[in-house]
């Protein structure tokens, strides 16, 4: 085996665009380097990363699990580079970062991972929580910098933030669902379904307020906390779920297929950042975090 990271870079963009043209207009590059690189990759490891349809790639089951590697194996990469800008040995101190529950599982935990393997000598404090409380704690100190959803950030005139990643509201669906097949999905044609309500994170709040716009009442057929119910729930047909496109996965833990269809057109995205106190003198545990989770990139699944 001997892929390069060059493929590995090439094979995430695909992934994360579901087009060779899209990746390619990414990265500026011709196409056919693109997929000439990943056919090289696909021979390396023996297996098929993609399946190909008229509309572009959908990620295979092998696919998924290496784009996990692939993207951990960048990011050391990027970790490693960083460390010549910086004497991590020497880097002492705290860290009090906050984070809410949806962001943990799907931002925080490998970002986290890297901080704490290069700068070992910083003492990282965490809480979990809901958002209002983690902006009360920044505001009164308690708190360095938290990692949250951007779009409903109360006090904005005393905290200051960094987006670190556009995430589109998709449409989940079980495999073979009739509105997979339509050619553009409306709001309309969705509030039509059952749907299943993720509560955590403010997303119930944040959906009802989207279909709210188009004067659409969503039909819940059930609320959970749990995302992999979610996608239980949604794999077995019993309703589908508008959620953001970070923490789509293509399977369900039973292994069941879950599509998903972009209404990017008619939602907003979700705006993942980092926020702390308006004015703070950063200390230079805190500069690095920053630092760190500016390279770090969540791969987006088509």
Same mark, same amino acid.
């Not at 704690?137 to 556009?166: C, H, K, P, S, Y």
């Not at 509105?179 to 959906?207: F, N, R």
């Not at 009442?217 to 729930?233: G, H, K, Q």
């Given at each position: 085996?001997?892929?390069?990271?060059?493929?590995?870079?090439?094979? !995430? %963009?695909? =992934?994360? $665009?579901?087009?060779? *043209?899209?990746?390619?207009?990414?990265?500026?590059?011709? &196409?056919?380097?693109? /997929?000439?690189?990943?056919?090289?990759?696909?021979?390396?490891?023996?297996?098929?990363?993609?399946?190909?349809?008229?509309?572009?790639?959908?990620?295979?089951?092998?696919?998924?699990?290496?784009?996990?590697?692939?993207?951990?194996?960048?990011?050391? !990469? %990027?970790? =490693?580079? $960083?460390?010549?800008? *910086?004497?991590?040995?020497?880097?002492?101190?705290?860290? &009090?970062?906050?984070? /809410?529950?949806?962001?943990?599982?799907?931002?925080?935990?490998?970002?986290?991972?890297?901080?704490?393997?290069?700068?070992?000598?910083?003492?990282?404090?965490?809480?979990?929580?809901?958002?209002?409380?983690?902006?009360?704690?920044?505001?009164?100190?308690?708190?360095?910098?938290?990692?949250?959803?951007?779009?409903?950030?109360?006090?904005?005139?005393?905290?200051?933030?960094?987006?670190?990643?556009?995430?589109?509201?998709?449409?989940?669906?079980?495999?073979?669902?009739?509105?997979?097949?339509?050619?553009?999905?409306?709001?309309?044609?969705?509030?039509?379904?059952?749907?299943?309500?993720?509560?955590?994170?403010?997303?119930?709040?944040?959906?009802?307020?989207?279909?709210?716009?188009?004067?659409?009442?969503?039909?819940?057929?059930?609320?959970?906390?749990?995302?992999?119910?979610?996608?239980?729930?949604?794999?077995?047909?019993?309703?589908?779920?508008?959620?953001?496109?970070?923490?789509?996965?293509?399977?369900?833990?039973?292994?069941?297929?879950?599509?998903?269809?972009?209404?990017?057109?008619?939602?907003?995205?979700?705006?993942?950042?980092?926020?702390?106190?308006?004015?703070?003198?950063?200390?230079?545990?805190?500069?690095?975090?920053?630092?760190?989770?500016?390279?770090?990139?969540?791969?987006?699944?088509?």
């Amino acid at each position: 085996m001997a892929f390069t990271l060059r493929q590995l870079q090439y094979f !995430v %963009a695909v =992934a994360e $665009q579901g087009t060779v *043209s899209g990746a390619a207009h990414v990265l500026s590059i011709s &196409q056919s380097s693109i /997929t000439e690189a990943v056919k090289e990759l696909e021979r390396d490891l023996g297996v098929s990363l993609f399946e190909r349809h008229p509309r572009g790639l959908a990620i295979t089951q092998q696919g998924h699990q290496f784009l996990r590697h692939a993207t951990k194996i960048l990011a050391n !990469v %990027a970790e =490693a580079r $960083q460390v010549f800008d *910086s004497d991590p040995g020497k880097t002492t101190g705290t860290l &009090q970062l906050g984070v /809410t529950s949806l962001v943990a599982g799907y931002v925080l935990s490998d970002l986290l991972a890297r901080y704490r393997r290069a700068f070992p000598g910083v003492e990282v404090g965490t809480v979990e929580d809901e958002s209002n409380y983690l902006e009360h704690l920044l505001v009164g100190g308690e708190l360095d910098v938290a990692v949250i959803l951007l779009n409903n950030l109360r006090d904005r005139q005393a905290l200051q933030f960094e987006t670190l990643d556009m995430s589109p509201f998709n449409l989940w669906l079980p495999a073979g669902h009739a509105l997979a097949a339509l050619p553009s999905i409306t709001v309309e044609q969705i509030a039509e379904q059952p749907l299943i309500m993720l509560t955590t994170d403010e997303i119930e709040e944040a959906t009802r307020k989207l279909l709210a716009v188009f004067g659409a009442r969503p039909r819940v057929a059930f609320r959970t906390r749990s995302v992999e119910a979610v996608r239980s729930l949604v794999a077995t047909g019993a309703g589908v779920a508008i959620l953001p496109d970070m923490i789509y996965r293509p399977w369900s833990l039973e292994g069941d297929r879950i599509e998903t269809r972009d209404v990017s057109a008619s939602l907003p995205a979700i705006h993942v950042g980092l926020v702390w106190r308006r004015g703070l003198t950063l200390s230079q545990p805190l500069k690095n975090f920053i630092s760190l989770a500016q390279t770090q990139r969540a791969p987006r699944l088509r």
